[in-house]
């Protein structure tokens, strides 16, 4: 796990490095569905640029950063990597294959599984709803989902994952016999037949559970009175010019195959699909690392939530441990004793790993989306950052040595 005391500001000098091998997306602006009204000029696209490496010491970054992943790749690494510093792309690759069998390269282009990297971008549509008072996350679910079997579960509670919900992931085929794909209303009705059995009372301890993101996919289905891909679709992804992102559904595979990447086992065997791959919300975003950038900044500009709202989101909502981890609206964190925070979110589905660490208050960032399984890729946002900050004349941070952080 990174750790690290930051006594004084993070400066970087400027870099540049201008590799992508595809060309960036153009800019878009989306029409809202009529069913929600969002606040006027409260949309921008997202414009990425890329800082100037040409000095001595932005060309040793790049090379520093290129024998990383050259070992990395060597030891199974498949992946997109970009690394940011306001607004600007430091280093951007592509390694590897995005289909093996057809023999097509990793590109810009190429969209990836985010895992539970996508759970970020459903609490953020709660919290648009709930800033913008379309919603109250302080309300039950059952205000919102009739068929919701508990009542004492707030829409917060999913949030910060304390519901004590049990894990559909880990509940196996028990309910769901089924071949065809199991969706969110499945999920929410299997809840409202069998009731399993909470793991412990709500808003008593965290647990982490993907049934609580899966709920919040509904809950956002109910109250903007659209499909959840079509939400996110009109209110996030196209009004930052995300073009290359989506919500995977697999009754529409074939309109997807010519530019996702494949999963991939570590030995290169295709991971095949399960009937979970129809659940959304914790889960089942595709991006790309330029994509991802572009959503990163945006918090920056509070393009999509105010600073209350995002203050909320990166507020610890579990502290019966004492500790610098914790977990805030849909976001993972690590509060340090001075009072520097890092907000980030890693994800592991089938062969899909991703790491998306955020150093908000330096808005430095690290994004790592890789398709082929490797559970060494949780190290790289550590890696990265040591790298950056040894290169860097301008660094005060001191680390610690520690683990690497991995994710459900």
């Not at 750790?3 to 590799?19: H, I």
């Not at 290129?66 to 790749?73: G, K, N, P, Q, T």
């Not at 065809?180 to 209303?185: L, Q, S, T, V």
């Amino acid at each position: 796990m990174i750790r690290a005391f930051f006594r004084v500001p993070f400066f970087l000098l400027s870099f540049c490095f201008f590799f992508v091998a595809c060309q960036t997306v153009s800019e878009q602006n989306a029409q809202a569905s009529p069913a929600l009204s969002p606040p006027d000029n409260a949309f921008s696209t997202i414009k990425l640029g890329f800082a100037d490496t040409s000095s001595e010491e932005g060309q040793t970054l790049i090379r520093r950063l290129d024998s990383f992943y050259r070992r990395e790749v060597g030891a199974g690494f498949n992946g997109s990597v970009l690394v940011g510093y306001k607004g600007k792309i430091l280093y951007e690759r592509y390694f590897g294959y995005c289909n093996r069998a057809e023999g097509t390269q990793l590109c810009a282009q190429n969209p990836s599984q985010l895992a539970s990297t996508s759970k970020p971008f459903t609490a953020t549509a709660v919290l648009w709803l709930h800033q913008n008072r379309y919603l109250d996350i302080n309300q039950p679910v059952q205000k919102y989902l009739k068929d919701f079997p508990y009542p004492d579960i707030t829409i917060a509670m999913l949030l910060c994952q304390r519901s004590g919900l049990p894990d559909y992931t880990k509940m196996g085929n028990r309910y769901w016999k089924s071949d065809a794909p199991m969706y969110n209303e499945d999920l929410l009705q299997i809840f409202a037949k069998y009731q399993p059995r909470l793991n412990a009372r709500p808003n008593t301890r965290f647990e982490y559970s993907n049934t609580n993101f899966a709920m919040l996919a509904r809950v956002i289905e109910e109250v903007a009175k659209m499909p959840y891909k079509q939400f996110m679709k009109e209110f996030i992804f196209e009004p930052l010019g995300m073009k290359h992102t989506f919500v995977y559904d697999p009754a529409e595979r074939g309109r997807y195959n010519d530019m996702i990447t494949q999963s991939y086992q570590y030995n290169w065997s295709v991971y095949k699909e399960t009937n979970e791959d129809g659940v959304y919300g914790d889960k089942g975003i595709y991006s790309t690392v330029e994509d991802m950038y572009r959503w990163d900044q945006s918090f920056y500009n509070h393009t999509l939530l105010n600073e209350k709202t995002l203050r909320m989101a990166y507020t610890g909502y579990s502290n019966e441990r004492p500790g610098i981890k914790n977990y805030g609206y849909g976001w993972r964190m690590l509060n340090f004793p001075d009072g520097y925070k890092i907000i980030y979110h890693n994800g592991w589905w089938h062969g899909n790993n991703t790491v998306f660490y955020r150093f908000v208050k330096d808005n430095f960032t690290i994004i790592v989306l890789g398709n082929k399984y490797n559970s060494k890729i949780y190290g790289h946002a550590k890696s990265i950052y040591s790298i950056v900050k040894n290169t860097s004349e301008h660094s005060g941070i001191e680390w610690e040595e520690s683990g690497s952080p991995k994710e459900e």
